[in-house]
């Protein structure tokens, strides 16, 4: 076994481990990725102020975000088709969040059920939501959450309809996936992926298959799903979702001042800047460098988080210096699942706790709950004022 050290290590091996189309649908964006790599280029251009002869002793990341007290200021990040990343895949994921004081996030298009992950784990988890045609549907979602004791609802706003992802067309990751020859023989490279699926009973959308009329087997859910994301989606919507929720609301996707405020009126209880991991709207701006302005417009009022771009401890000291609250760990978790399974996530999120640790006492701090711009170099990292809408 290689020595891990860093996400990319777990990455590396995840990719060796983890059938191409499954990698690919992880590590892709959409069009040319140009958003995709700004998401993390954006982060490495911001730069930390090293202090020294300070007193760093008795550190601590412990923060507490909407209520709940967590060891970090982190959340895993929720992540489709994670259960094809590794067998039992959400469940694994979510041992190891729970391990780690943190909260996990189950995708509505996960492949372990809001009820798996409610009777493998003693803690609370959050759900996310897609909405769909069929409100029926998203209604006993909602509902079905709320009885697994979920304590949090995030919604997801820019997924109306899919980004032009190359590499999943190429590979032919349909619902259910096209076995291709190319795809077949590259499933028969990976014993250990092969074997894991052999043993379990889950292969497909868990919260759906099941669930919903007429749905009983893969081509009835490929129609189903195919047809089902609702471009019709507008901020009106979110006060009906909010009522039969009638608990901690959190908006996914929020990348514009604009909408941001339109968040805040519509009661939430806290956003996620987030572009989708790069994997919607090519050309869009970095989580990162839109984080500031959105804090200025909403941070005093409500809680704002950051997705997409996050692969190190130092990311997460940077976007908490520019006003979130917390980050979700997408790519990160699923690297370290491809890698190892429980163990690999549990690794992923011992290396980014170390990571903050190091580098809160590197800069002379030893409470990530006081840390602000003062920690960053002037002149690294986006203000307000640098963004024009």
């Known amino acids: 076994m290689p020595t891990i050290t860093c996400i990319e290590d777990l990455r590396q091996m995840a990719e060796r481990r983890v059938p191409r189309m499954f990698y690919d649908y992880v590590d892709g964006g959409s069009w040319t990725e140009s958003t995709y790599h700004a998401n993390q280029a954006d982060f490495a251009d911001i730069k930390l102020r090293q202090r020294v002869a300070r007193n760093i002793e008795n550190r601590s990341l412990k923060t507490n975000s909407l209520g709940i007290d967590m060891a970090m200021p982190l959340a895993i990040a929720p992540t489709g088709l994670a259960g094809m990343i590794h067998a039992d895949g959400e469940i694994l994921a979510a041992r190891a969040a729970t391990a780690a004081g943190i909260r996990y996030t189950l995708s509505t298009v996960s492949i372990c059920s809001i009820e798996d992950i409610a009777e493998a784990i003693a803690s609370p988890f959050w759900f996310q939501l897609y909405v769909m045609r069929d409100r029926e549907f998203v209604g006993r979602l909602i509902d079905r959450a709320k009885a697994a004791g979920c304590d949090a609802l995030v919604l997801t706003l820019d997924l109306q309809l899919s980004g032009q992802r190359h590499k999943d067309l190429k590979n032919g990751l349909t619902t259910p996936p096209r076995l291709t020859p190319a795809n077949v023989i590259n499933l028969l490279t990976k014993p250990r992926w092969l074997?894991?699926?052999?043993?379990?009973?889950?292969?497909?959308?868990?919260?759906?298959?099941?669930?919903?009329?007429?749905?009983?087997?893969?081509?009835?859910?490929?129609?189903?799903?195919?047809?089902?994301?609702?471009?019709?989606?507008?901020?009106?919507?979110?006060?009906?979702?909010?009522?039969?929720?009638?608990?901690?609301?959190?908006?996914?996707?929020?990348?514009?001042?604009?909408?941001?405020?339109?968040?805040?009126?519509?009661?939430?209880?806290?956003?996620?800047?987030?572009?989708?991991?790069?994997?919607?709207?090519?050309?869009?701006?970095?989580?990162?460098?839109?984080?500031?302005?959105?804090?200025?417009?909403?941070?005093?009022?409500?809680?704002?988080?950051?997705?997409?771009?996050?692969?190190?401890?130092?990311?997460?000291?940077?976007?908490?210096?520019?006003?979130?609250?917390?980050?979700?760990?997408?790519?990160?978790?699923?690297y370290g699942l491809g890698a190892m399974g429980e163990a690999g996530v549990a690794k992923a999120l011992e290396i980014i706790a170390t990571e903050m640790d190091l580098t809160l006492a590197l800069c002379g701090h030893t409470d990530v709950l006081k840390i602000d711009r003062s920690i960053l170099q002037p002149g690294t990292y986006p203000l307000p004022n640098q963004t024009r809408f």
């Open 195 to 334: 074997k894991g699926m052999l043993g379990t009973r889950r292969h497909y959308f868990g919260n759906i298959m099941g669930h919903v009329k007429g749905v009983d087997d893969l081509h009835q859910l490929a129609d189903w799903t195919y047809d089902q994301f609702d471009p019709r989606l507008n901020w009106d919507d979110i006060q009906w979702i909010k009522d039969r929720w009638g608990g901690t609301l959190i908006l996914k996707g929020i990348l514009d001042v604009e909408d941001a405020r339109l968040a805040l009126a519509c009661g939430a209880d806290a956003i996620v800047v987030s572009n989708h991991g790069g994997r919607q709207l090519d050309g869009a701006p970095s989580s990162i460098s839109i984080l500031p302005a959105i804090v200025e417009a909403v941070g005093e009022r409500m809680e704002v988080w950051l997705d997409s771009g996050i692969r190190s401890g130092q990311d997460v000291i940077k976007a908490v210096a520019l006003g979130a609250k917390g980050v979700m760990l997408g790519r990160a978790h699923l």
